[in-house]
């Protein structure tokens, strides 16, 4: 059975930083593109970043871009995203994903990932 936890949310000021952690099981972690998807309260869900197997490609959407850094660590099964200049837009439930395919043809599209886990919530807010 596919598990994916995430912890690491919580409450932070604008400007601030988090970093969110993903522990993955169930599957072989290490083969598999994943991803962070969010949505904020009343919107829709929103992808966020995906990584490549190995950890040497990664996505990002514009509204994270060089403020979000995606992250994974095969030998622990865990999947990261440090999150660096916070904004009051960025609050949200932050979840992991895996794709249904390890490869996937569109890895930032959200229909690409099958698998979520509960989330993690991140407030900014001052």
């Known amino acids: 059975e596919v598990l994916l936890v995430e912890s690491g949310g919580g409450l932070v000021q604008p400007g601030g930083s988090l970093k969110l952690s993903c522990a993955a099981s169930?599957?072989?972690?290490?083969?598999?593109?994943m991803s962070w998807v969010r949505q904020a309260p009343g919107k829709g869900v929103e992808w966020v970043s995906s990584?490549?197997?190995?950890?040497?490609?990664?996505y990002y959407a514009d509204s994270v871009k060089d403020r979000f850094t995606i992250s994974r660590d095969n030998a622990k099964n865990t999947l990261y995203l440090q999150l660096n200049s916070l904004k009051t837009e960025d609050t949200a439930m932050y979840h992991c994903?895996?794709?249904?395919?390890?490869?996937?043809?569109?890895?930032?599209?959200?229909?690409?990932?099958?698998?979520w886990g509960q989330g993690t919530q991140v407030t900014v807010s001052s």
């Open positions: 994903a895996k794709a249904q395919d390890r490869t996937p043809m569109t890895p930032t599209q959200i229909s690409a990932y099958n698998y």
């Open positions: 169930g599957f072989s972690f290490s083969a598999y593109f």
């Open positions: 990584i490549n197997q190995e950890g040497d490609s990664t």
